[in-house]
């Protein structure tokens, strides 16, 4: 079994950084793909970026150029670097892991993509 905890969430202005991390822990060899997701109230959850084994990354373009994905493997980790933040980007954000995967890697990712799941950290950006 995977755990995935995120954390780094937080309130912030217009603008502003904040860099949230995802602890992976358990049976995490030959993960196929990590990636965060983020949802608003009253909206899907939306794939925002991943990093795949062959270590590329998928960028929804909501967030390319402002977003970063990254990953420790060493220490399990997976981190999301967010920029220039704006009230639109206010959400619970979610990272995933998927153990096993397709042959079609999409842009943005899709939770179909992904089999195993944090319980959610919370941005709030205020203008």
């Known amino acids: 079994q995977v755990q995935l905890v995120e954390s780094g969430g937080g309130s912030v202005q217009a603008g502003g950084s904040l860099r949230l991390s995802c602890k992976v822990s358990g049976y995490t060899n030959n993960m196929k793909s990590m990636a965060w997701f983020r949802q608003a109230p009253g909206k899907q959850r939306e794939g925002l970026a991943a990093?795949?084994?062959?270590?590329?990354?998928r960028y929804a373009n909501s967030v390319k150029g402002r977003f970063t994905i990254s990953m420790d493997s060493a220490n399990n980790n997976l981190y999301l670097q967010m920029k220039s933040l704006k009230p639109e980007d206010t959400a619970m954000y979610y990272c995933?892991?998927?153990?096993?995967?397709?042959?079609?890697?999409?842009?943005?990712?899709?939770?179909?993509?992904?089999?195993?799941w944090g319980q959610g950290t919370q941005v709030t950006v205020s203008s």
């Open positions: 995933a892991a998927a153990s096993t995967h397709g042959s079609s890697y999409y842009i943005p990712p899709r939770v179909t993509e992904y089999n195993y």
């Open positions: 990093v795949d084994s062959d270590d590329s990354t």
